[in-house]
Every structure is written in structure tokens, then in C-alpha cells.
């Protein structure tokens, strides 16, 4: 075969800058928003063992945590909280001198340029663990609603810029929806978890947020890792009753769903790149078997290569230093 045969690809790889020129995919500190935990009655941060560099952080350290956030260039917080009371409607979601309301209003006056996310779930504050009311070892759905419409309005009260509900309720969207705007919050988006498969890449997470279900499993309502088609009815019933960005939960293991849902809608798409993906990377390079660096640029900049505009990550931190460099 003649040489003038073939195409050389290789002409555009030449060099580093070379590379830099023609790369179609690019990360920056404000495609992250940075998962924070905040636990309640803490005077000290405390580690969480299960995902190294990631901490509860104490309410009363909150502002040394966003001037790290701010020096780093990041530009947008998910908040969680840890309760130090649970009971079995999670009243301290919608309390609204609850840790995660305190945190928003804190950050809100401390550092308004930053974006909050507020995380709408009943999980963290339910003694039993799971994502709404239970009856009778049922998941109750639609008395479930009231209550996480409830949260939703004491955390756009308290300033949350997002709203972001991950219960895996059906019609969580259309009664958070209803209820924002009968409250006089028509203006606050709605950030679904639109896509959130029963993954067993969440156990980190448990620890960091004390959510683990106390019987049972959310095989009910979160979704079958086997099913792609569901995801698209699952993004369908969203869009239509009212969401203004959707998540896809996990990543990783999910990039079909993120690639499918970015050619078929076009809102802005959400990756969550959660607390398994990001374990299991900091435990592999410990022992020095992966390049950090280069294994999670190569990892965050496939999420947005497969259609993602945010990623919400662990990573937000070391990468932003990365960036800088």
C-alpha cells in the first residue's frame, strides 16, 4: 500500500501543544460542585474512613472550609447534613433551624458568589434510614411528597440557589415544583436526580452522611442496574413535570445513560460521580498501583466527553489544584 493510501492521523499528535490545540474536551474548577457535609453538634471535623480527604465538617469550621473552596476556584457546593436527632419522618429535613438551613444561610451570607445546592432527602433523618416514610415496612410515596416538598421550601427559605431532590419518589419534581412556587420561589431550579440507580457504589456516602438503611434496601425506588430503557422514562417524567437539570447516579458505570440522555434532552446534564467511584481510586493509588492525577483528569474528563456540563465529585478539590498547576 502507497503511503498517500492511508490517512495519518498521527500528524495532530505530534506534540504537546499540538495535542492542546485540537482537544475537544476541557475541565474547569467550575464544571465541579463540591459535596460538603455538614454534621451538627460537632466541634471538630471528623474523618470519613471509608473515603480519604473527604470529612464532616463541623458547622463552626464552615468558613475555613469555603475560604479553601474560594482560594481553589470552585464555584458551587451540594450540601448534606448529619443530624445529631433522626426520628422516623426526618423532621430535621424541614426543621428550619436544621443543620443544612443553618449551613446555607451561613454560606449564603459569607460567601454569596458561591453557588449551594441543597440535597432534598429524607435519608439522613429518618431513624430508619430509608428515603421516606415508612408504614408497615412499606415505603410510603405519595405521604413521603409532603414532607419533601416541605424541605425543599425551608431550604429555598434559607437561601439554597438549587434544589436538588434525590428520594426517587414518583412526582417528587411536580410537588416540589407546586410547592416552591405557591411559597414565592418561582425563580429556584430544580436539579433532579432524574436517573439514580440502586448502586452499590453508595456505601462510602453511607458513612459520610449516616444514611444507611436500617432494614431492608432501596430496591423500590431507586432504579435496576440492568434497565436503560427506564432511564428514559425516568428523564421524560422530569422534564415534563417541571426540571430544570437532570443527574445521572453514578457515572461511571452508567455512561450510556449520561450519553443517551445528552442527545435526547437539552438541559443542562449532571454527572455524580459518587463516593465508590472515588473510593476505590484513592485506595488504588495509596498503594501506588494508579497515577491520581492523571487516572481522575482522564475519568472527569470522560463524564463530560459523554455528554455532561457538571460533575458533582469527591475529586472538585485535587483537581482544581491540578488545574492550577
Not at 433532579?192 to 459520610?208: H, L, T
Not at 426540571?243 to 458505570?253: G, Q, T, V, W, Y
Given at each position: ?11 495532530l ?5 499540538l ?9 474547569h474548577?467550575?464544571?465541579?460542585i463540591?459535596p460538603l ?5 460537632a466541634t471538630?471535623?471528623n ?6 480527604g ?7 469550621n ?5 475560604d ?5 476556584g470552585?464555584?458551587?457546593v ?7 436527632v433522626k426520628d422516623?419522618?426526618?423532621k430535621e429535613a424541614?426543621n428550619?433551624e436544621?443543620?443544612?438551613q443553618?449551613s ?26 430509608h ?43 411536580t ?32 458513612d459520610?452522611a449516616h ?5 431492608g ?6 432504579m ?13 417524567s422530569?422534564?415534563?413535570?417541571g ?6 447516579k453514578?457515572?461511571l ?11 435526547e434532552t ?7 460521580n ?11 493509588a ?8 492523571a ?29 492550577k498547576?
Amino acid at each position: 500500500m502507497m503511503a498517500n493510501e492511508f490517512k495519518r492521523h498521527r500528524r495532530l499528535r505530534q506534540s504537546a501543544s499540538l495535542r492542546s490545540m485540537v482537544r475537544e474536551t476541557h475541565l474547569h474548577p467550575e464544571d465541579f460542585i463540591f459535596p460538603l457535609f455538614v454534621v451538627e453538634g460537632a466541634t471538630e471535623n471528623n474523618d470519613v474512613g471509608s473515603m480519604p480527604g473527604v470529612y464532616q465538617v463541623a458547622y463552626n469550621n464552615l468558613k475555613t472550609e469555603l475560604d479553601e473552596i474560594i482560594e481553589l476556584g470552585l464555584t458551587s457546593v451540594i450540601i448534606f447534613g448529619v443530624p445529631e436527632v433522626k426520628d422516623p419522618y426526618g423532621k430535621e429535613a424541614y426543621n428550619d433551624e436544621g443543620i443544612v438551613q443553618k449551613s446555607i444561610r451561613f454560606i449564603k451570607d459569607y460567601a454569596p458568589q458561591l453557588t449551594v445546592v441543597a440535597d432534598t432527602c429524607l435519608c439522613q433523618y429518618t431513624d430508619h434510614g430509608h428515603c421516606g416514610v415508612v408504614n408497615g415496612g412499606v415505603i410510603e410515596n405519595d405521604t413521603s411528597l409532603e414532607l419533601l416538598a416541605k424541605t425543599a421550601v425551608t431550604q429555598a427559605e434559607a437561601g439554597a440557589d438549587i434544589i436538588a431532590p434525590s428520594n426517587m419518589m414518583d412526582g417528587f419534581v411536580t410537588y416540589i415544583r407546586k410547592a416552591l412556587d405557591e411559597s414565592g420561589f418561582p425563580q429556584i431550579p430544580i436539579m433532579s436526580y432524574a436517573v439514580k440507580y440502586s448502586s452499590a457504589f453508595y456505601g462510602p456516602f453511607r458513612d459520610a452522611a449516616h444514611s444507611t438503611p436500617q432494614f431492608g434496601d432501596r430496591d423500590t425506588y431507586q432504579m435496576d442496574p440492568a434497565n436503560r430503557l427506564e432511564a428514559k422514562r425516568e428523564v421524560k417524567s422530569d422534564l415534563e413535570e417541571g426540571a430544570d437539570f437532570l443527574i445521572i447516579k453514578p457515572a461511571l458505570s452508567y455512561m450510556d445513560i449520561l450519553r443517551d440522555t445528552r442527545e435526547e434532552t437539552d438541559v443542562p446534564l449532571v454527572a455524580y460521580n459518587v463516593s465508590g467511584e472515588y473510593s476505590m481510586i484513592k485506595a488504588a493509588a495509596s498503594q501506588g498501583w494508579v497515577d491520581e492525577k492523571a487516572i481522575v483528569t482522564e475519568k472527569l474528563l470522560s463524564m463530560k466527553r459523554a455528554g455532561a456540563d457538571l460533575i458533582v465529585t469527591y475529586h472538585a478539590k485535587d483537581m482544581a489544584r491540578w488545574l492550577k498547576e
